[in-house]
């Protein structure tokens, strides 16, 4: 148990509860639920808590569950798993991160079917494939099986308390707690931890999502999901990796449901409006395998010739296969199943698909925190795994569960070391306490809606949003980067008026530093590196020469600093090149 101290009020509009903890996890989603689990595993005596800003039974990517397990090895190598990885994503990736993923992956798909995800069988027994590293699983209860183990496991989880700061102590070089609040109690909790891992996924709604009004939060990735982790982690110091890599999905239009279920599961046809199969036409043509880039690239293509909208063409369906495919999205995205079943005596024929609004991600793009090996970020006590972490694309949910294998044993390693015995720095406590209430105290009407409207719109018309085909160019992007330097500014004012309004106000103001680094990243790289994730018009093709390498940033006194880092071991910095 984590040990809780007696609550006091000091001068402050809420009251302020003190706890201890040898690990603290933010963010009880798939990677920090596994986190949690494996480190009360190995050492049941250590206090470990996690800190959730929903609840971990339904929170996060996995909440609606899941259909299947995109990285898992099977017979291959994990040196397949990065050459695999490596060209997907145009040469730019971290071996050493990878091949740790890979090393594990099998493992963490039987840490999944032993929570009790049913997951159905060949007739040998072995796990049934929709892609080569793809196996089919039967997740919608993923996510309370997760929960439940967490709580057997004997962690403690405090659920809706997002975090809002983290502190430091020996003067900044050390993460040794944080400081968030309790959305329901109206509490600030204040934890001192030995040591910390982030696990709060990436971000969503940073650019404008293409449901407007009340569905403006059917995005593809978690819309809840707003990078808090990473503000947290930029304002503390970490070095972040490769924003410019923005993630899109290509998916379903309107209801925006992953299309692998449609295209892996059940093998269905992508077709311009003219009924060609224009992605197979292409591999033919190209003679070789389309990366997922070029996919989403050559359905944009497709609009752009005329020959719009594309979809996936369910006509060799018949009622037996009509119903698994609905039997599969009630595994992963129930809302289509509406839009399936809307006339069940005429089965839809085709699904249109479209390019989602750009993520930060790394899962499955590679933006987030810069890490070693061990998922150590650059900044002592404080760790990162997940979609939080970049530089090892291609983790999905199974990858995720490694790196939380990876950090916890770190973690103790680290600790067994004597090196987490940090108190916290005064001064940066009670200027985090001050920091978490101060939408509260902000007299302003401006709302955190104001602020998410004005970001989406400048990164959406002037950082390569979905209507701009995902384009940028360095003169838009020198005018989105002004832009929210005032908006940031102003975002200062936002106000709040009771928990769910303070954390969505803390949202808003992480979504716009995330953004303003993005902007840093998607100057620097002056080409075109990955097609629709970062195309700069002008820069419209690769170059190896100047730009095979990772782009990070941290901040420094307030502003955003660059760093180059060779794209090849053992990844050492170059700072001031850019
Ligand atoms: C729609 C969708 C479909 C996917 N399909 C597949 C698939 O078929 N197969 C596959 O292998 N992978 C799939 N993935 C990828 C996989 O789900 C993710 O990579 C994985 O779940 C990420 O885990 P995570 O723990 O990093 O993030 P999450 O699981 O999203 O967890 C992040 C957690 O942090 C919490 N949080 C956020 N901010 C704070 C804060 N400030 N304080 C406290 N808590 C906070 C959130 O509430 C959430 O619980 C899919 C992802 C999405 C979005």
Redesign the pocket.
């Known amino acids: 148990m984590a040990h809780f101290e007696k609550k006091f009020q000091i001068d402050l509009p809420w009251p302020v509860r003190r706890i201890r903890a040898d690990l603290v996890i ?7 639920c596994a986190a949690a689990i494996f480190a009360k595993h190995r050492r049941p005596e250590l206090s470990v808590l996690v ?4 609840h ?1 039974s339904r ?4 909440a609606m569950g ?6 898992y090895l099977g017979e291959s190598s994990p040196q397949d798993y990065l050459a695999y990885v490596k060209r997907d994503n145009y040469g730019i990736c971290r071996d050493d991160l990878v091949l740790s993923i890979g090393e594990r992956l099998n493992r963490m798909v039987a840490f999944i079917e032993g929570l009790g995800v049913p997951f159905p069988r060949d007739s040998n027994g072995r796990y049934c494939k929709r892609s080569p590293r ?1 196996i089919i699983m039967l997740g919608e209860h993923i996510k309370p099986l997760l929960a439940r183990a967490v709580l057997k496991s004997g962690a403690t989880v405090l659920n809706r ?4 700061r983290l502190l430091t102590g020996d003067n900044g070089a050390r993460v040794c707690g944080v400081v ?1 609040f309790n959305m329901r109690s109206h509490e600030i909790v204040v934890i001192h931890a030995g040591a910390i891992i982030v ?4 971000a969503s709604g940073i650019y404008r999502p293409s449901n407007p009004g009340l569905a403006r939060t059917k995005t ?3 819309p ?3 990078g ?2 990473l503000a ?1 982690g930029i304002r503390a110091g970490a070095e972040v990796t490769s924003f410019e890599m923005r993630f899109v999905a290509l998916r379903t239009k309107d209801v925006i449901a ?1 299309t ?1 279920t449609l295209a892996l599961n059940m093998k269905l046809p992508h077709r311009n409006a003219r009924g060609e199969p224009y992605l197979l036409l292409k591999e033919q043509i190209l003679g070789r395998r389309l990366t997922t880039a070029e996919r989403l690239l050559f359905t944009l293509e497709e609009h752009q010739r005329g020959a719009g909208p594309c979809y996936i063409d369910l006509s060799s369906l018949d009622k037996e296969g009509y119903r698994r495919l609905i039997e599969n999205y009630l595994n ?2 129930p809302s289509i199943v509406l839009d399936l079943l809307q006339d069940p005596a005429h089965p839809k024929t085709r699904i249109e698909i479209c390019g989602s609004e750009p993520y930060i991600n790394g ?2 793009g590679m933006a987030g925190f810069l890490v070693d090996t061990g998922r150590r970020s650059n900044l002592a006590g404080l760790y990162a ?4 972490a970049g530089g090892a694309p291609k ?6 569960c490694a790196e939380a294998d990876i950090a916890v044993t770190s973690f103790l390693q680290d600790y067994s070391m004597g090196d987490t015995l940090v108190s916290c720095d005064a001064a940066s406590e009670s200027l985090a306490i001050q920091q978490t209430l101060k939408p509260l105290m902000n007299s302003s009407e401006l709302t955190f809606t104001d602020i998410e409207d004005r970001l989406q719109k400048i990164m959406e018309e002037y950082a390569g949003g979905s209507t701009q085909n995902y384009e940028c160019s360095g003169d838009k992007l020198l005018f989105a980067r002004s832009s929210l330097e005032t908006l940031a500014e102003h975002a200062e004012e936002v106000g709040a008026v009771d928990g769910h309004t303070l954390s969505r106000a ?1 949202d808003a103001l992480d979504r716009v530093l995330l953004a303003r680094v993005l902007v840093e990243h998607l100057l620097a790289r002056c080409e075109t590196r990955w097609p629709c994730y970062q195309s700069r018009v002008d820069f419209p093709v690769s170059n190896d020469l100047e730009y095979r390498l990772f782009i990070n940033s941290c901040m420094r006194n307030g502003r955003i600093s660059l760093i180059k880092r060779d794209v090849t071991p053992p990844y050492q910095i170059k700072e001031g090149q850019i």
Do not use: F, Q, R
């Open positions: 933010i963010g009880g989603g798939a990677a920090g800190l959730e800003k929903a971990i929170s996060g990517c996995l899941l259909n299947a397990i995109n990285a793809s308390t997002p975090a809002v968030g696990a709060t996924g990436g593809w990735y978690c809840y999901n707003a808090s982790g947290m992953p692998g992963m995205a899962g499955h795994i997940g979609d939080a983790k999905y949910v199974s990858g995720c803390h």
